[in-house]
């Protein structure tokens, strides 16, 4: 693997959030980033406040060709990091086939399209992480299609982490809790909701992005060389408890008042 001060990474879905944290946590660690998102106004910008030599570039990790054309743009690679995501709510009997998929498609589909491309371009001891979820070892109400999809996000890293560790290359998650990121904005203005979930959470608060960002340096270094198929539960200790009945406090806000 290369030396701390030239090794090449690219942070998927780094715009923002989680990615952008882990995009500027592996830039200070000395690492060349391409900072990769769907909004590739906001991954240019966020590769301008990097400064050189680190570069933006737009994908779309649905899209094969795009996730294909983005490893290959980057060439033989030593970090790569894969943030994209999004849930939807509803009850398994409402909720409508193609949201489902939607959900699927990027979390799970997507997951899969990353590690396909990066296992080819990843060089021999290079370290792929996914940025999956609490949700996928803990059930919610009315999130159906997250969970199912990042639960196959922990099985999907552990298949790599043994086809890919022959040479070296560690896959790894990290499954976050609460993290106070413009995703999770709107749990804000879901009365009792946020209250629910950090009573929930052993260290009774949300948690911060340079957090995850600190975990995906750690997982990324030689300090966690003998680490890998791990999916690693950073959440406060969220995962201890229940998790909150987030369709429940929404469906309070539409009730006549």
């Not at 980033?33 to 570039?57: I, W």
């Not at 399209?113 to 803990?138: C, F, H, M, W």
């Not at 990324?220 to 201890?240: I, P």
């Amino acid at each position: 693997m290369s030396n701390s001060s030239d090794r090449i990474a690219v942070v998927i879905g780094g715009a923002s959030g989680i990615g952008w944290a882990s995009a500027r946590a592996l830039a200070a660690d000395g690492c060349r980033v391409t900072v990769a998102d769907r909004n590739g106004d906001g991954a240019r910008a966020r590769a301008g406040e990097l400064g050189a030599p680190h570069t933006a570039t737009e994908v779309d990790v649905t899209d094969e060709a795009s996730v294909q054309c983005l490893f290959e743009e980057i060439g033989p690679l030593d970090v790569v990091v894969n943030c994209a995501g999004f849930g939807s709510l509803g009850l398994i009997t409402d909720l409508a086939v193609s949201e489902f998929r939607a959900v699927v498609d990027v979390c799970l589909n997507g997951s899969f399209i990353v590690a396909k491309y990066a296992g080819q371009k990843l060089r021999d001891g290079g370290s792929l992480v996914t940025i999956s979820s609490l949700n996928g070892r803990q059930p919610a109400i009315g999130m159906s299609a997250y969970c199912a999809a990042k639960a196959g996000v922990s099985m999907l890293t552990q298949v790599a982490a043994l086809e890919m560790g022959p040479r070296g290359i560690r896959v790894n998650a990290i499954a976050p809790g609460l993290v106070d990121t413009p995703l999770t904005e709107g749990s804000y203005a879901v009365p009792g909701l946020v209250e629910d979930y950090l009573e929930n959470t052993a260290l009774g608060r949300s948690g911060k992005p340079e957090e995850i960002a600190d975990a995906v340096v750690f997982i990324c270094s030689q300090k966690a060389a003998w680490l890998t198929g791990e999916v690693l539960d950073l959440n406060g200790g969220a995962h201890l408890k229940r998790y909150p009945d987030v369709l429940g406090h929404v469906m309070k806000l539409a009730e006549p008042q």
